[in-house]
């Protein structure tokens, strides 16, 4: 993990995101979690651009990212903003999204990534396959 310097400060801070749809509902399904891999990116770039997206996952009824934010952001405002513009974006564009009036569900999960982040980023990426069984990763 690389220190980044910006004005004033160097830092290396790196932080685990996992949201869920309203209710748990599984509607991230094939082609939604495509659109919404693609508007994440353009979505964080539009108003945080120095707001990294190092790993993430999309599974049928949550999403695991691993997100770079300097620390002159909140956590809380750059995930809040993510969450918002994604479900204007994707109620937008799909059709049986527009019925509801929340794409996602209040609140989210975040842990800051340390030193072990090569295991944080093998879980982000294996994840589905570790939720059904299929992958053991090795455990250090």
Do not use: C
């Not at 949201?19 to 599984?26: A, F, T």
């Not at 599974?59 to 995930?79: G, M, N, R, T």
């Amino acid at each position: 993990m690389e220190v980044k310097v910006q004005a004033h400060v160097a830092y290396q801070t790196r932080y685990h995101v996992v949201w869920i749809p309203k209710y748990r509902r599984k509607v991230l399904v094939a082609g939604v979690d495509e659109y919404l891999e693609k508007t994440l990116n353009s979505v964080i770039m539009e108003r945080y651009p120095d707001v990294y997206v190092i790993e993430l996952n999309v599974q049928k009824d949550h999403v695991h990212a691993l997100l770079e934010i300097p620390p002159k952001y909140s956590v809380s405002s750059v995930v809040g903003y993510i969450k918002g513009a994604t479900s204007r974006s994707m109620r937008m564009h799909f059709e049986y999204l527009r019925r509801a009036t929340h794409l996602w569900s209040d609140g989210f999960y975040v842990s800051t990534v340390g030193y072990d982040e090569k295991k944080i980023r093998d879980y982000i990426k294996y994840q589905a396959k570790q939720a059904s069984g299929q992958a053991v990763l090795a455990s250090v």
